[in-house]
């Protein structure tokens, strides 16, 4: 495999050296012609509109792309997204770590009617300009791969459950026996 655009870790800055903020713009068509592979790592905190979504900001992504193109000649950008984060639990407001192993299939689009036509087993990447800004799109994804409401199992946690106890036999009398002499037809 070839190495295509080199990452900033491969370009001799290192990843504290680029701002949080600042996009991470790749273009996808150049990847897919070359048939490279981009690797970025980045920490948790690097990624703000994940901070509210969190226990904390501690854990790091590892993300790899591959470019290639499909039989139809579209430019795809393959990528496996690798998350390790601190959730909390909805019980015990204890953190959680939770790992995302996520794999995606992106083809490049230049315009809106562009995606109603993509199929299913492809995530459309909207290109602006040629390019796009793929940070913005693996936090995206991680947003949308965190679970709304996540719970340690009960045997983890040191609190006691306790639901109630159900009556065993009830003597009161159901009030719809009287329905059941009802001839209906």
């Known amino acids: 495999m070839k190495e295509g655009v080199k990452n900033s870790s491969q370009s001799g800055r290192s990843n504290s050296d680029i701002s949080a903020e600042q996009a991470v713009l790749i273009q996808p068509r150049k990847l897919a012609n070359k048939g490279g592979e981009l690797r970025y790592h980045w920490m948790v905190e690097d990624l703000s509109r994940l901070h509210g979504l969190l226990y904390s900001k501690q854990g790091e992504i590892r993300v790899h792309l591959i470019g290639e193109h499909d039989d139809r000649n579209r430019c795809l950008v393959k990528a496996n997204i690798v998350a390790e984060l601190q959730l909390e639990c909805q019980t015990s407001f204890e953190p959680i770590d939770y790992k995302i192993d996520s794999n995606i299939v992106y083809c490049s689009v230049i315009d809106e009617e562009q995606i109603d036509s993509l199929e299913e087993e492809y995530e459309a990447l909207l290109l602006d300009d040629g390019q796009v800004d793929i940070k913005q799109v693996i936090e995206d994804e991680l947003i949308l791969a965190l679970p709304i409401a996540i719970n340690k199992a009960s045997t983890e946690l ?28």
């Open 158 to 185: 040191d609190i006691k459950m306790s639901y109630g106890k159900l009556p065993k036999t009830s003597n009161k009398k159901n009030p719809f026996t009287v329905l059941e002499g009802l001839d209906i037809k």
